[in-house]
């Protein structure tokens, strides 16, 4: 049975860490591109960062670039997000994804996780 299960999520204050993690099972995501998507309340489902599967590189939204990391570890079949200087709009469901080898920034997506909350607030 193919699954990605997220797990990290919480509640943490402005400028505050968090480390997201994402198991897969079932497929081995060193054949795939992965990345995360988050989703705020009202918001449509946006990219913040893509590990290609096919040359390693990666990409980041805008709106995180500097503060976000993603990488992942084929030995654990599990990628990461290391979630630095949190602001209170990233406050979102976080959803990790596993793309196409060769797609464009893991799009479309093959298998989503099933989200973990992300709330940053004092």
């Known amino acids: 049975q193919v699954q990605l299960v997220e797990s990290g999520g919480g509640l943490v204050q402005p400028g505050g860490s968090l480390r997201l993690s994402c198991a897969a099972s079932?497929?081995?995501?060193?054949?795939?591109?992965i990345g995360w998507f988050r989703q705020a309340p009202g918001k449509e489902r946006e990219g913040v960062s893509c590990i290609s599967g096919s040359d390693g590189s990666t990409v980041y939204a805008d709106s995180v670039k500097g503060r976000f990391t993603i990488s992942r570890d084929n030995a654990k079949n599990t990628m990461y997000l290391q979630m630095n200087s949190l602001k209170p709009e990233d406050t979102a469901v976080y959803y990790c994804a596993a793309a196409p080898r060769y797609g464009s920034n893991c799009r479309p997506v093959d298998y989503w996780g099933q989200g973990t909350q992300v709330t940053v607030s004092s």
């Open positions: 079932g497929f081995t995501l060193d054949y795939y591109s």
